[in-house]
């Protein structure tokens, strides 16, 4: 199973850009990276997801360099409300399943 | 738009009751997932269903049986309940298992085994 490594916790103010990476040494040809964002009593909920370079979408961007080997989520002008755990996941089709690491938590502080 | 519903969101157990947890999703996936998640911990694969009649072990299926009833419907059985089993479940489906698509996730049902 393709593995992935995150920052356990990390703290930012209000209005600042956020960057979270995450490493997935053994990602496959096949694998997409994907992000999830979970508010606390809530299922995890899809932000954005990628297979190489740049993405983008109104909530975030997802940059990915060549090797694939990590991958970067970046939150523009973080607010309080943007406080949660952020999931990267790399896809597996051989055992068809979402891996979900512990995740990375976002404190945003006013 | 219901997307994925879950029943029921609390639930406490005696150890050794049984309780089947049940989910829906109106979206026409094809696959189906059950998670746990303990305190502090990301989401661990108890069962999946890849297509409607299939079902698979995940990480953590000891314990659990799963049924997908149809194309919308996939229960998660606790025959015996422990303690250890005392998490909160989720349900969650994609449109396909093999291609990593966006999965969608009910609100969780917070179970306590005592």
């Known amino acids: 199973l393709a593995k992935t490594t995150q920052p356990i916790s990390m703290d930012s103010y209000e209005g600042q850009e956020v960057n979270i990476t995450c490493s997935h040494n053994?990602?496959?040809?096949?694998?997409?990276i994907t992000w999830y964002q979970q508010f606390p009593s809530q299922g995890p909920r899809f932000i954005i997801q990628?297979?190489?370079t740049k993405v983008t979408n109104e909530v975030a961007s997802l940059f990915i360099p060549a090797d694939r080997k990590s991958s970067t989520l970046s939150l523009p002008r973080v607010s309080l409300s943007d406080t949660a755990v952020y999931y990267c996941?790399?896809?597996?089709?051989?055992?068809?399943?979402?891996?979900f690491g512990k995740g990375t938590r976002l404190s945003v502080i006013a | 738009n219901a997307g994925v519903t879950q029943t029921p969101k609390f639930q406490v157990l005696k150890t050794g009751q049984s309780m089947t947890l049940q989910c829906a999703q109106d979206?026409?996936?094809?696959?189906m997932y059950w998670y746990r998640q303990d305190p502090g911990m990301g989401l661990r694969l108890i069962y999946y269903?890849?297509?409607?009649?299939?079902?698979d072990k995940g990480e953590v299926p000891n314990g659990y049986n799963v049924s997908r009833l149809n194309k919308r419907e996939f229960s998660l059985r606790l025959e015996s309940a422990a303690p250890s089993q005392t998490s909160v479940y989720f349900c969650?489906?994609?449109?396909?298992?093999?291609?990593?698509?966006?999965?969608?996730f009910g609100q969780g049902t917070r179970l306590t085994v005592v």
């Open positions: 996941l790399v896809g597996d089709p051989l055992a068809g399943t979402l891996v």
């Open positions: 053994n990602i496959a040809t096949n694998d997409y």
């Open positions: 979206m026409n996936h094809n696959s």
């Open positions: 990628g297979y190489k």
């Open positions: 969650a489906s994609s449109e396909d298992w093999t291609k990593n698509t966006e999965a969608f």
């Open positions: 269903s890849a297509s409607e009649g299939t079902t």
